[in-house]
Every structure is written in C-alpha cells, then in structure tokens.
C-alpha cells in the first residue's frame, strides 16, 4: 500500500485533537513525499498559512479520515512472537503476549504505585489538578499508542515504554534528581534513567525467581535507550548499572547493542513525553496563575491554536479555551510527528528492525519547523515557570529536605527502616550511598516530608 504525506494535510471538516480516528495499513507500507508541504508546513504555523490556500482558511481544523486500515504490523515494527526473550526464561502467558506482560508487571509494581504522589514541578501538596508523574505516564501512554497505531507499530511495546519511562524518578520533580545529583557524586552518581533501569531490573522485589520484574529484551532496551544510543556514557559512574547488559559482560547474550537505537515503539514513547509535558505544563502553569493564555497569544505553536479556538468558540469561557487549545496542540503535535516519521523512513529506506537500530538518526521525530516553535515555548516556560519564584521557594525547600536526610541517613544509617538500614549498615561507603538514594528515590512528594519532619522535629507525645 502506498501512503502519500499529503493524507496528513488537513480538511474543512471540525476541529479536532489526538483522539482523532488514525488507522493503519497492512503490512509493509510505502511512504511518498508527493504533498507534504502543502499539508504538513501548515500544521501548526499560522502565521505562513495565509499562503496555503484552502488550509489557511482553518489551520487547526485536522482530518477525521483515519490515515490508515487496520492490519498487520509493518515490517519495521517490532513483535512479541519474535521477542528475544527475558533474562530469566518463563512459561509464556496463556492470555496475553509478552509485552502486554511486561505493561501489566508495570502497572503491578510498586514503583508505579508511587509515581501518583510524585510530582514534576509543583509538588504533591501543592493541589489536586496538577499532573503527578503517574497522571503524566497515562498521558505519554495514551500519545505513545495513538503514534504507534498510526505507524503501524506494536501498540502494546510502545505502551508498556511510555509507562515505565519515569520509574526512576525521585520526588519533588526536578529539583529531587538536581540534588541527589549533587549528593551522589562523590559516590558514583544518579541518573533518572539509569534508576528507572535499576527498579525494572534489581530493585522491584515481587517474584520469588528473579530481582526485578524480568521483562522482555525489548522493554528494558526501550527503557534504558529510548532517547538514542547510550554506550558513550558507559564512562560516567551513574551509568555503570548497565554494565551487565553489554557483550563483554556476564551476560552476553542478553547484550541491550547500547551503541545502537532502540525500536520505533521506543522512540515513539519518547516523542509522546515531548508531546505530553510541553502540553500539560502549559495546562497547569496558567492554572497555578504563573501566567495567563493572554501571555501566550504571541509563543508560537499555542499562540495560534488559541487564535483559532477563540475564532470557532468566540463565547467560549477562559477555562475552556484552556482546555481546547492544549487538546487541538497535542493532535497537532502528533501529526507533525507521523509526517516527519514517515519521511524519515522513507528517505532513509527503512525496512526491518534491524535497521531501525542502525540507522544514522531518531526516526519518531518533529520536524524543524516544530522543534523551533516548541524552542521557544520552552524557553517561555522555563522563564514563566520553571524558575518562577514560587517554584524556586518549593524547589529551594525540596532540595533542604533531601539534601539533610541524605547525609543524616549516611552518617546514621540505623535510623532508616529496618529493611533499608541493613542495606547501608555496610562499612563501604559506596555501597552505603546507594542505599540511601534508593530508598529516598522511592519516596513520593509527601511521604519525603513527613519522614524529614519526623527526623528533624522532635515531638511530645502527649496522653490526655
């Protein structure tokens, strides 16, 4: 079947967002470039559409005709029947595949649980609207699956990715991973990713077989290579947890290739957290009042969309104006990305996995149009925003609180709970270390600031 770019090009018909019908093809498709400028360059750039004829008279109206059929996969996608397997073998389940295993092992684990109380740059107490990190990975999950669905990929991979890309987080955001950043560098370091890593591979403790959850080999490729290529930071201390996963290690023939990408499905759970933050920190940020959609008229990407939700809906409220353009803003990001997609396979002449890993670039990518309108609204949301002085007071309190019962913690590892002060009572002050940042990685938001509270504050318990 071939798929002309222009089907991406947008019609007269209603406005609409990510939810959007997107179909897919039987088996290996053929992509032409024949009509993308006339469609993909005025996705979102409204400022040009007026030269684009027909478009321009509604810009954000995309198609609601599905931009595939149903069918098999694509050549280049992945597929659970051909996985490599897991670490430690298992019988396969009788009713699911292997990578809808892995989503539900996920999903079942404790680190999962706890992202509903971790936050990305408000914290958990701070309201109950905000996205936590749990809210956040359904969102890149739902993103991710729309993607994979329209590429033709394997919905479930690119699902099980999304849902477990930010197990490694520590609570309080950003802010969290700057200073056990800071307080782990004497002692080998921490990475979000490579903790995310760690907790799908040693930390989880839920099968009596195995440490982790023992997912399959494309999963934890996907987990730990989803932004690209990773053997160039094999040097940095943080990142020698992945050691084992190479071909010169204990276990060669479970090597993660770290040199080379991950699977499209990876790469499209990537793109969906792009996606999915810019979007709901633009949503939550004019709810927290940092700044109003009247700042917004003139960033490109969301100044247009709101020019042309107000347009349709002239009495619509503030509230859901709010609402309408961050929807049409995530649809139109999620084309952006299947047209460039699909010009990358095509010119780069990708037809199996094999080169999918081989390839000389991301495949599952924005074009440049869309990677310099999104440069300016990143840098409007780190100035309005990520550094607003409300922000910086909470970021400045999170980093105390980590900072003082991580060195308390080293000093006095028996104040730790039972099950976690054996594992930093060791003399080595490496391995000591990394205990204590687990077991503060794992904490949500709340419980952070109850457990320092408690360490730091002593009470009278008082019988009346």
Not at 139 to 166: G, W
Not at 368 to 382: C, Q
Not at 384 to 391: D, F, G, K, L, S
């Amino acid at each position: 079947m071939t798929l002309a770019l222009g089907q991406f090009r947008q019609s007269p018909g209603g406005a609409v967002g990510q939810d959007d019908a997107l179909g897919r093809a039987p088996g290996h498709l053929k992509f032409e470039r024949s009509r993308l400028d006339a469609g993909h360059g005025c996705l979102y750039e409204a400022r040009k559409a007026k030269r684009k004829g027909l478009l321009a008279r509604n810009p954000f109206r995309l198609s609601q005709t599905p931009i595939f059929v149903p069918g098999a996969h694509a050549d280049f996608a992945e597929a659970a029947e051909r996985s490599r397997g897991r670490l430690v073998p298992e019988p396969a389940s009788r009713t699911r595949d292997a990578f809808a295993r892995d989503r539900d092992r996920i999903i079942h684990s404790t680190a999962f649980r706890r992202l509903k109380g971790k936050t990305q740059v408000f914290v958990a107490h701070e309201g109950d609207h905000y996205r936590t990190r749990l809210t956040h990975s359904l969102e890149v999950a739902q993103i991710a699956r729309s993607i994979a669905h329209a590429l033709n990929l394997d919905q479930n991979l690119a699902e099980t990715v999304a849902l477990a890309h930010d197990l490694g987080h520590p609570p309080f955001g950003h802010a969290g991973e700057d200073e056990l950043q800071a307080q782990m560098e004497p002692w080998g370091g921490f990475d979000h990713n490579v903790q995310t890593f760690r907790v799908v591979t040693k930390l989880e403790e839920r099968y009596p077989g195995f440490d982790g959850l023992n997912l399959s080999w494309e999963t934890v490729e996907g987990v730990i290579k989803h932004n690209g290529p990773v053997s160039h930071k094999l040097d940095d201390p943080a990142w020698k947890a992945i050691a084992d996963y190479t071909a010169t290690s204990a276990n060669p023939g479970w090597d993660l290739r770290l040199g080379t990408f991950a699977s499209l499905e990876a790469q499209a759970a990537a793109i969906a957290d792009d996606i999915a933050y810019n979007n709901h920190d633009v949503d939550d940020g004019v709810q927290a009042g940092l700044f109003t959609l009247a700042d917004l008229a003139e960033v490109p990407l969301i100044g247009p969309v709101l020019l042309g939700v107000r347009r349709d809906w002239p009495d619509l409220d503030e509230r859901m104006v709010r609402i309408e353009a961050v929807r049409r803003m995530i649809g139109v990001m999620i084309e952006d990305v299947l047209a460039e997609t699909t010009s990358r396979l095509t010119e780069d002449g990708i037809a199996s996995t094999e080169d999918v890993r081989t390839a000389k670039r991301t495949l599952v990518q924005f074009s440049d149009g869309m990677l310099a309108d999104l440069g300016v609204l990143r840098s409007f949301l780190f100035d309005r925003m990520y550094r607003h002085y409300r922000v910086n007071r909470t970021r400045s309190q999170a980093r105390r609180i980590l900072a003082e019962m991580f060195q308390l913690f080293m000093a006095e590892p028996e104040v730790m709970p039972p099950e976690w002060s054996a594992k930093a009572a060791s003399t080595d002050l490496h391995r000591r270390s990394r205990a204590v940042c687990d077991y503060i990685a794992g904490m949500t938001d709340r419980y952070a600031i109850e457990e320092h509270h408690k360490l730091f504050n002593l009470e009278l318990a008082l019988d009346l």
